[in-house]
T-cell receptor
Framework: NAGVMQNPRHLVRRRGQEARLRCSPMKGHSHVYWYRQLPEEGLKFMVYLQKENIIDESGMPKERFSAEFPKEGPSILRIQQVVRGDSAAYFC???????????FGPGTRLTVL | AQSVTQLDSQVPVFEEAPVELRCNYS??????LFWYVQYPNQGLQLLLK??????LVKGINGFEAEFNKSQTSFHLRKPSVHISDTAEYFCAVSDIAGGTSYGKLTFGQGTILTVHP
């Protein structure tokens, strides 16, 4: 059973560009979570999604950030008009329905020049 | 609102010595508790979890943790560390909502464990 997949592993963008981060949950998992790890900080919750539904986006910045988890395909975290402060590691985790554990992907390290 | 405090940002220790990484939490509701380990440039791996039952939980790689409800603590211990245990360790909590985990994890700031030969 493949683990949580994230791509790309490393992403470089210039200020003002868009960044798209993809997450494929473990087989059979229908819950996806996104976390951000800023330098010198711990991991912060961003958003919790189920298929075609955003359950909790209380940790998402109000502007430029959006997330989706379509019926088919991976979950996407989209950052529009990136700024240097968006440079961070973005982790995706998944869990099955009723599951208590979250399984993490290897992360996408975003660098904004 | 929940919060997690890891009392030590860095813990240096010699190989084969015991280690304890401290974690305290605050929450107005019952919680599930987790310890994760992160090796450099990798994702997080679950070490152990407390959901209910025995307050002493055993995890992978010889780690264990004890849930203390009165002190709201969940300290991680290992009786004898190896060089390969050098990593960053995160304590996390999750609300129990309606009997099932709501899911959202609140993490501590992390503790960097460095094992010296």
């Amino acid at each position: 059973n493949a683990g949580v997949m994230q791509n790309p592993r490393h992403l470089v963008r210039r200020r003002g560009q868009e960044a798209r981060l993809r997450c494929s949950p473990m087989k059979g998992h229908s819950h996806v979570y996104w976390y951000r790890q800023l330098p010198e900080e711990g991991l912060k919750f961003m958003v919790y999604l189920q298929k075609e539904n955003i359950i909790d986006e209380s940790g998402m910045p109000k502007e430029r950030f959006s997330a989706e988890f379509p019926k088919e395909g991976p979950s996407i975290l989209r950052i529009q008009q990136v700024v240097r402060g968006d440079s961070a590691a973005y982790f995706c985790a998944s869990s099955p329905i009723g599951g208590y554990e979250q399984f993490f992907g290897p992360g996408t390290r975003l660098t904004v020049l | 609102a929940q919060s997690v405090t890891q009392l030590d940002s860095q813990v240096p220790v010699f190989e084969e010595a015991p280690v304890e990484l401290r974690c305290n939490y605050s929450s107005s509701v019952s919680v599930y508790l987790f310890w994760y380990v992160q090796y450099p440039n990798q994702g997080l791996q679950l070490l152990l979890k407390y959901l209910s039952g025995s307050t002493l939980v055993k995890g992978i790689n010889g780690f264990e943790a004890e849930f203390n409800k009165s002190q709201t603590s969940f300290h991680l211990r290992k009786p004898s560390v190896h060089i390969s245990d050098t990593a960053e360790y995160f304590c996390a909590v999750s609300d129990i909502a309606g009997g099932t985990s709501y899911g959202k994890l609140t993490f501590g700031q992390g503790t960097i464990l460095t094992v010296h030969p």
